[in-house]
């Protein structure tokens, strides 16, 4: 085709720039996640995450070894030490002892400490206290340093929410509920409709263009009408709010579409093999566990990423249906959402947590892409 | 018991119990209530087959019955009457007729929520399929238009309470003395503003930073659909139009786009229906807060803050209302296809 369009090549050069742009706007929110998920809450607030890829300048606070451990040498007493780990590579510009004037000293000067005494500090953070009279008090003298630290990333967040079971925000156990949610809430769906499907592609009754129509008119019918008569429901046959609820509502929710994914897809199977098969005398639920299914498998694929996405990344319906007040079966994007409420500051851990719950789809996502792109070809109303 | 051990119960009753059903049911069907044997043989297996289709049907349609049509009806009748809690701690149902309904007109909440809701519907579904138009135009282009398609495809799988977390950190604002953290206010700064905002703070303005999230998500489902539409247009028009002399621009807006029209009405109103039912964005960033409401929050509030399913089911209904036409339009033309 470009051969005849008598593309220039500035036009395809405007094309794979346009295109280098859109990607990255759109890939840009979620590396910054990413990033974040991986920074200590103190790299967070202090730089935006665009920068934690290159060193960076920060104004930090540590402390000086403590009294207990100064050396006498002649008339002198020295405390000496490091204040980075050796062998990193930090520049550190200016320091102070008082937090009102952090930038006092340069490095390689020697500054006056505000007890008596002299400090210096070198460049990589080897400092040196020295005094003629004993250093006093229990703990470290401050020492204020702005200094150029090379771009440093931590795993702790994730043990911290994952692993930590002093963690009572944590996400471990929110990540198996809606495991426990998913997989059942993927699973019956199928069965239910595979079944329903079949009989609306393949065999003839009154009535059945109609209910045809019928499920596509379900399609579209907005969840939030089924939330109050269904949780009464529960209510009244004594399943109240559970696992069993929430089931049993993705369930129900998740059938139009499957119902619907499902028949068009096997309306598009050969005749030939079903009419062959009737006249050898197989049955219409062995033609449909022997042939239909088998040769359905990319349907029921299809449909299977879009309910257990749809399943893991709900929250309305394990609002209404799940999350009773001791919150034992809360699911991820609840607790997400709790996060935002009570530790909105706290980048470390929402960047973290929300990076937990978003693997999973992601990882989905980009295994079975293929079906997903054929389901929502099949699936939008044409 | 143990969840995970009672979700794997689930799965073997329910996968279990449906396949059972089937098998029996056309077991009972077939051996006992119409053998094909015997003087009748001919007229029993006619009759069986009438019947089987419903036994392949009932449960979806028991499942679709209750979860989904049932609901509709029993919602406008609860948008009808008022839920009393009597002395003795029952609770009972007294009709009100259209008190709700006036009720929540006399709130300007709802008249707000219904303000935004208006935006979100031109806004979102506009953007996401113009984005994913050029999206696909472009993609189809290039030698690495795939792995392209699949960078701004990847938010579909995202849910959207991830999503607000990830829109959180680019809206974030600190003070003015500090590094900004949030890449918007950083841009913001550099181009020359001189204070930081909080944009989720700013009224009106903010519809449209939370519009951005699902437009963000819902353009990858545009470009997907549209590509394969602009797949599907003959070269051959394509040929005419370029030996007559049109430039690519004319191409595309000339012999493209009014080829894949159906398609595009198709996005426009599948993105429609996913604007109209939005609640987990606005619920996770704003609350609806700073005036940001919509409907599907406002209902959730006055169902589960307010505790007033009148008032809820009353704007169900109205959320239903607007999804009415879309719902029409789509059975008619499921209809049209069949035939």
Known sequence: MDSIAGSKSSLTWAVNISVVLLVALWLFPTVGLLVSSFRTSDQIATSGWWKALFPSVQNLTLRADAPELQVREGDLYVIEGDLFEVGKDVEISVFGVSSRAIDAFKVGETGELVKGGDITVSVEGHYRMTNIEPFEGSRGQRIFVTAKTPPEFTLDNYHNVLFDPSNREGMAKAFFNTLTVTIPATIIPIVIAAFAAYALAWMEFPGRALLIAAIVGLLVVPLQLALIPLLKFHNEIGIGKGYLGAWMAHTGFGLPLAIYLLRNYMVGLPRDIIENAKVDGASDFQIFVKIILPLSFPALASFAIFQFLWTWNDLLVALVFLIDSTGETTVMTKQIVELLGTRGGNWEILATSAFVSIAVPLAVFFAMQKYLVRGLLAGSVK | ?339
């Open chain 2, 1 to 339: 018991m143990h969840p995970a051990l009672q979700g794997l119960v689930t799965i073997i009753l329910g996968v279990g119990g449906c396949v059972a059903y089937f098998y029996l049911s056309n077991q009972i069907l077939d051996k006992v209530l119409f053998p094909a044997r015997g003087q009748n043989a001919g007229r029993n297996i006619t009759r069986a087959n009438m019947i089987r289709p419903w036994l392949f049907v009932l449960p979806a349609l028991l499942a679709l019955g209750l979860y989904l049509a049932y609901p509709v009806v029993e919602t406008l009748r609860l948008s009808l009457t008022e839920r009393v809690t009597m002395s003795d701690g029952s609770t009972t149902y007294n009709w009100v007729g259209v008190d709700n309904y006036a009720q929540m007109f006399n709130e300007p909440k709802f008249w707000e929520a219904m303000r935004n809701n208006i935006m979100w519907l031109f806004v979102v579904p506009a953007f996401s399929t113009a984005f994913g138009l050029l999206a696909a135009q472009l993609t189809d282009r290039i030698k690495w238009g795939n792995v392209a398609k699949s960078m701004i495809f990847m938010p579909m799988a995202i849910s959207f309470v991830g999503a607000a977390v990830i829109f959180k950190l680019v809206y974030d604002m600190r003070p003015v003395t500090q590094d900004q953290i949030g890449v918007l206010n950083a841009l913001y700064l550099t181009f020359g503003g001189t204070e930081p905002k909080a944009w989720l703070t700013i009224p009106v303005w903010n519809n449209f930073f939370l519009m951005a999230v699902l437009i963000w998500i819902q353009t990858g489902f545009a470009m997907v659909i549209l590509s394969a539409a602009l797949r599907g247009i003959p070269e051959g028009t394509i040929e005419a139009a370029i030996v007559d002399g049109a430039n690519p621009f004319q191409v595309f807006f000339k012999i493209k786009v009014p080829q894949i029209q159906v398609t595009i009405l198709v996005v426009w109103t599948t993105i429609t229906i996913v604007v109209l039912k939005v609640f987990d964005i606005v619920f996770a960033m704003t609350n609806g807060q700073w005036e940001t409401q919509v409907l599907a929050n406002y209902m959730f509030d006055k169902l589960f803050r307010a505790n007033d399913w009148g008032v809820g089911s009353a704007s169900a209904m109205v959320i239903m209302l607007l999804v009415t036409p879309i719902l029409i339009w789509n059975v008619r033309n499921a209809r049209k296809e069949m035939k």
